[in-house]
């Protein structure tokens, strides 16, 4: 094994093509055996229903290398779990778990040279998806699917230390009530694309999306969950359309058994938010990304921790699950994949 010569602190996030990725198959009612391939590339009907009517899930994790050189996983049960009930809701045959985290192991290994090594800050990006094969035309569910997994090296978030970001109120939705916020499909980004790029042109990082039926309650932004803190106490927005971000997930757990924090999971008034004193969005590519300031249109909201670096009871979550993810802080049970 020789591991690849990459700049790992320059490579950011981006695609790269590996050596290997998985393909499994669906049809007549069954998932084939699945096997490693050489070709990124994917050839369907020029009907299928992906192209058609956007039937596809994914999922997005990470690959880690520990200071004794093995390679493991965070948390892949809770993402084999998050797309087999995706899948359901666009009308996909799920991908049954244990053939999902065997995907995963298969694909992981067959590109070890490419998992960057410890202490580089980088890691192996994992991206599982499923679409639709079969030919449509009426509009309906296909009868194909094909599962893949592809892997690509990703740098570390942020090289010069973590940097607060500022978030953008959006004048638009990503999610309907009722519709499929809480689910991780393609469709909820093409729908996100255009309030993004409005976003940047207007000069900030993310878009903070409100509910969508009465805009008084925070959501998230387009890719990650969002958490504020009050007073030691961490403060989770909850409805049906956020997305269930295992980051954030993981970040309660920590809260509450690591740090002794004490944890307030519930529908959080936009109002309510500019008497908080630290904020932050939670998700498996920056983990923790703390934010500075708030723009709603003529108002902003400047958080305490300002704009200089993260706020204390930030600092120490991003600390702690760093660490678990990187082995060098006792992870809880079942929440560590070794790998190879
Ligand atoms: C993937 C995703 C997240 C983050 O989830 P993680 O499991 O923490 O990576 C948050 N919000 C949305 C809309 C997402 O698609």
């Given at each position: 094994m020789a591991k690849k010569d990459l700049k790992w602190d320059s490579?950011?996030?981006?695609?790269?093509?590996?050596?290997?990725?998985?393909v499994s198959n669906?049809?007549?009612?069954?998932?084939?055996?699945?096997?490693l391939v050489d070709d990124p590339n994917v050839t369907i009907n020029e009907s299928a229903?992906?192209?058609?009517?956007?039937?596809?899930?994914?999922?997005?994790?990470?690959a880690y290398t520990w200071e004794n050189g093995e390679v493991v996983c965070f948390r892949p049960d809770l993402n084999a779990e998050r797309i087999y009930n995706s899948a359901q809701r666009i009308e996909m045959p799920p991908v049954p778990k244990e053939k999902f985290l065997d995907a995963i192991d298969q694909v992981v290994k067959g590109n070890l040279d490419w998992v960057p090594p410890y202490?580089?800050?980088?890691?192996?990006?994992i991206r599982p998806y499923e679409f639709a094969t079969g030919v449509v035309i009426g509009v309906k569910p296909a009868d194909t699917y094909q599962f893949r997994v592809?892997?690509?090296p990703v740098g570390p978030y942020y090289k010069g230390g973590v940097t607060p970001i500022v978030l953008q109120v959006s004048d638009y939705d990503r999610a309907a009530p009722h519709g499929t916020g809480a689910v991780k499909?393609?469709?909820?980004?093409?729908?996100?694309l255009h309030a993004s790029v409005l976003c940047h042109q207007a000069g900030y990082n993310e878009n903070l999306y409100l509910d969508?039926?009465?805009r008084t309650f925070v959501e998230e932004t387009g890719g990650s969950n969002v958490i504020f803190v009050k007073d030691k106490t961490v403060i989770v927005p909850k409805s049906d359309s956020i997305l269930p971000s295992i980051t954030r997930r993981s970040i309660v757990y920590i809260a509450e058994h690591y740090l002794k924090l004490k944890v307030e999971e519930r529908p959080v008034k936009f109002e309510e938010v500019k008497g908080f004193d630290e904020a932050g969005c939670c998700g498996t590519a920056a983990v923790i990304s703390p934010v500075g300031k708030i723009v709603d249109h003529d108002e902003e909201i400047n958080f305490p921790s300002g704009m200089d670096h993260a706020g204390p009871v930030i600092t120490e979550l991003y600390n702690t699950i760093t660490g678990i993810q990187n082995g060098r802080i006792?992870?809880?049970?079942?929440?560590?994949?070794?790998i190879a």
């Open positions: 490579i950011g996030f981006n695609y790269h093509q590996t050596d290997k990725r998985y669906y049809k007549d009612g069954a998932w084939d055996e699945g096997r229903g992906i192209l058609q009517y956007c039937q596809q899930v994914f999922e997005g994790m990470k202490g580089s800050g980088a890691s192996l990006y592809f892997t690509t499909a393609g469709l909820n980004y093409a729908m996100s969508p039926g009465t006792e992870a809880p049970e079942g929440w560590i994949r070794h």
